[in-house]
């Protein structure tokens, strides 16, 4: 049956699917046969334009050849109910792009983060999360500003879950800098980072201005990663109006690559949690 909304876990898995199969010589024809359905029906699934029960991609899986203990990552992507998410009542205030990015955290196991200019949303304060909504205005949050600011809180809900997110951030030190909504507000937020950082499942590190000129350029970027040993990634651009999903393996390594170059160059987590407290002592201070 076709998902109404098709998201990009069934585009990333459909993607693999078609990869695997052609990988052992297989045509539409033999998979459908597999299944014992209509070859429409796989090319739908490839596509993601539908989506898949468990028990008929552990059917393909076999014929693929992939073990077992490669299907929890393959499994967690084909995943269609929403369990109850938080974020269900608020299905008809959120643009698709956005759910997709809240079901792609609520089923990866590891995240790695690049900004090089603001405190992430995972890590942000309601104060701070507050006034990067507004941009800068001033006065009462409208309907819409208070939904993405609840939005942006409940999605830490990753961070304390009952197994917990895997985060590895770089951060520019222009998102120490940057006086988000005043001297209380970033103090209040730099002590949450230090906090957030002691956790044993986050790793932040700083990318400081002595470093110049650093691989890959201003674009903050995100890498979801399934549950091993699948391997099976998305990169995630955020613009303006919405979010760009990168599916394809060449690009995924790609960035996979820019964060590793980016670590090498950044601060150690020890020495990243100095210049945060360095900071927050000066804005203490003054």
């Known amino acids: 049956m076709a ?10 898995l459909g993607r693999n699917l078609k990869n695997l199969r052609e990988s052992k010589g297989l045509l539409l024809e033999d998979a ?17 334009h539908s989506g898949v029960r468990s028990a008929e991609l552990k059917e393909l899986l076999r014929t693929y050849g992939v073990t077992e203990d490669e299907w929890p990552g393959f499994l967690a992507l084909a995943k269609t109910d929403r369990k109850r998410r938080w974020s269900r009542d608020l299905e008809d205030k ?38 990067v909504i507004q941009g800068g205005r001033v006065g009462p949050l409208d309907d819409e500003r208070r939904t993405k600011v609840r939005v942006r809180l409940e999605r830490q809900r990753v961070l304390t879950r009952e197994v917990p997110l895997e985060v590895r951030a770089v951060l520019g030190e222009g998102a120490l800098r940057q006086m988000v909504g005043g001297a209380d507000v970033m103090r209040t937020q730099l002590l949450h980072l230090v906090e957030v950082a002691q956790m044993p499942t986050v790793t932040i590190q700083v990318l400081p201005f002595s470093a110049g000129a650093y691989p890959g350029g201003p674009l903050p970027f995100l890498i979801y990663g399934f549950p091993p040993p699948s391997g099976l990634e998305v990169v995630t651009l955020e613009y303006l109006t919405g979010h760009l999903y990168l599916e394809n393996p060449d690009e995924t390594d790609h960035f996979a690559r820019v964060f590793e170059e980016l670590r090498a160059v950044a601060l150690s987590p020890l020495e990243s949690q100095a210049l945060m407290n360095d900071y927050t002592d000066r804005l203490t201070s003054s």
């Open 3 to 12: 998902d109404r909304r098709p998201t990009v876990r069934q585009r990333v």
């Open 94 to 131: 959120l643009p698709t792009d956005f759910l997709d990015l809240i079901g792609l955290e609520a089923d990866v196991s590891t995240l790695r983060i690049f900004h090089p200019s603001m405190v992430v949303g995972l890590f942000q304060t309601e104060d701070y999360a507050t006034s």
């Open 32 to 48: 459908a046969a597999v299944l014992d359905c209509h070859i429409a029906k796989i090319s739908r699934i490839e596509l993601g």
